[in-house]
């Protein structure tokens, strides 16, 4: 019988601990906090979107860095296990739009406590309010662990310390210190699924405002390296919301200041049939300023900043209104031009993009090629995913595939 030590009782922690009590082994849990799973209580708005109801293929393309490394975890231990896994402990799910699964409790707590619960049932001694400090490696191989009160012997270590975001609920970066200690490279970290700080002031005017149907898409060089269709918002530094946030995670290892975003505040329409609706309507209205016709193309706070930036004074009677200035018009409403100031803070992100090196973790196991029997499981290891359920899926996977194999 082996000992394994799993460092972290959060998403990946918890399913490392089930996979190695499984194979028989003694399983150690070591959790810093009071308790389980503090992350997972304020994930999907205290729901708990714990996965995406999608076939691999599907789930791997929402995958933004290093899809290809979790084949062998989503097969071990995929959606469909997943979702019975949670069924057959006592936990019916529900799947809802965009295919986003959630507890039918609508509790994200009652996700840590079945798997708390199977833990305990599996054995799994769990020490809470126990920080480890360092991990014991000699000759390139894993011996024990250290806390505050002393060593720990163990044959295996498996590392589910989580990102540094939110670290108020305990991920607060220690995983890296270790993998790079142990001598892993660490993929500078980055915040994903963020907002985005925007130069321009406009977009603090606009404070509160959500648009719908809407497409963003963020250029580099001369190349469109994001673009989607969706929501977003606008917030006191900037913008956020779903497209936002997708954003933020596929700009964030590009230099920021250099990339431009560009909306498009109605996509269904080509310039050409937008300006004949513009033609139209400043005919049928021509002694009403434009800004009093553009109210049925534009959410009201916007009409003074689209006006302004395509040069057309708010006052000006639709008949004044000249073709150049139309064109301007509609080119404004097509490409409403932002540039970057920053991502939000790293502390805010959903996800820390970043973390150990995929090519020094072997896929099949999650075993470091660097030291014998140590694992990386969850947010720690370079991985990360667009929001949706996803992250949660890859940190359930990725932790039991390490516990099985541990
Ligand atoms: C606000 C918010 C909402 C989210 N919503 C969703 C969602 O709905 N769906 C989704 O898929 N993803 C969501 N995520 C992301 C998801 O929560 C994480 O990707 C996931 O929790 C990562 O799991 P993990 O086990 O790697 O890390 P964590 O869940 O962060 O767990 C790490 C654990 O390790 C412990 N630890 C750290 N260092 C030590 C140490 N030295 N000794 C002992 N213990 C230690 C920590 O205390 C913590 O309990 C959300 C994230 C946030 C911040």
Redesign the pocket.
């Known amino acids: 019988m082996r000992t394994v030590v799993v460092?972290?009782?959060?998403?990946?922690?918890?399913f490392a601990a089930i996979g190695a009590a499984e194979k028989g082994n003694k399983v150690y849990l070591?959790?810093?906090?009071e308790k389980?799973?503090?992350?997972?209580y304020?994930?999907?708005?205290e729901?708990?979107?714990?996965?995406?109801n999608t076939d691999i293929q599907e789930f791997l393309k929402n995958v933004v860095r290093n899809p290809k490394f979790l084949y062998t975890s989503m097969n071990v231990l995929s959606v469909e296990k997943t979702l019975s896994f949670f069924k057959t402990n006592g936990l019916p799910v529900k799947t809802e739009r965009g295919n986003?699964v959630f507890p039918v409790s609508d509790k994200?707590s009652d996700i840590t406590k079945t798997l708390e619960k199977i833990c305990v049932k599996n054995g799994v001694n769990i020490f809470l309010n126990?920080?480890?400090?360092d991990i014991i490696v000699k000759d390139g191989v894993v011996k024990g662990i250290k806390?505050k009160e002393g060593l720990f012997q163990c044959d295996s270590v498996i590392v589910?310390?989580?990102?540094i975001?939110?670290s108020k609920?305990?991920?607060?970066?220690?995983?890296y210190k270790?993998a790079e200690k142990t001598g892993h490279t660490v993929i500078p970290l980055k915040p994903a699924?963020c907002g985005i700080e925007i130069k321009e002031n406009f977009c603090s005017k606009l404070q509160g405002l959500s648009l719908k149907n809407v497409v963003l898409s963020a250029h580099y060089k001369g190349k469109t390296v994001f673009s989607e269709f969706g929501e977003m918002l606008f917030t006191h530094y900037g913008i956020s919301g779903p497209i936002v946030l997708s954003c933020s995670s596929m700009i964030n290892r590009s230099e920021i200041s250099k990339i431009t975003l560009l909306l498009d505040l109605k996509p269904a329409l080509s310039n050409e049939i937008l300006d004949k609706r513009f033609i139209r309507d400043f005919s049928d209205g021509r002694l009403k300023s434009v800004s009093t016709i553009l109210i049925s193309a534009l959410p009201k706070s916007l009409i003074p900043i689209i006006l302004e930036i395509s040069g057309i004074p708010s006052w000006k009677k639709c008949s004044e209104i000249t073709s150049c200035e139309r064109k301007n018009l509609v080119y404004t409403i097509k490409n409403l031009k932002m540039n970057i100031k920053n991502l939000r803070p790293i502390e805010e992100?959903?996800?820390t993009s970043g973390g150990v090196d995929v090519k020094q973790i072997n896929p099949k196991t999650m075993e470091s090629k660097i030291v014998k029997g140590l694992f990386f499981?969850?947010?720690?290891v370079d991985i990360?995913?667009y929001?949706?359920?996803?992250?949660?899926?890859?940190?359930f996977s990725t932790?039991y595939l390490a516990g099985l194999n541990s």
Not at 7 to 14: N, P, R, Y
Not at 42 to 45: A, E, H, N
């Open positions: 460092i972290g009782g959060g998403a990946s922690g918890l070591f959790e810093k906090n389980l799973g503090k992350k997972i304020i994930t999907g708005k729901r708990c979107n714990l996965t995406n986003r994200a126990k920080k480890v400090i806390t589910c310390t989580g990102g975001s939110y609920t305990g991920s607060d970066g220690d995983g270790f699924l992100a959903i996800i499981a969850g947010e720690v990360d995913s929001t949706g359920g996803f992250n949660l899926q890859t940190a932790g």
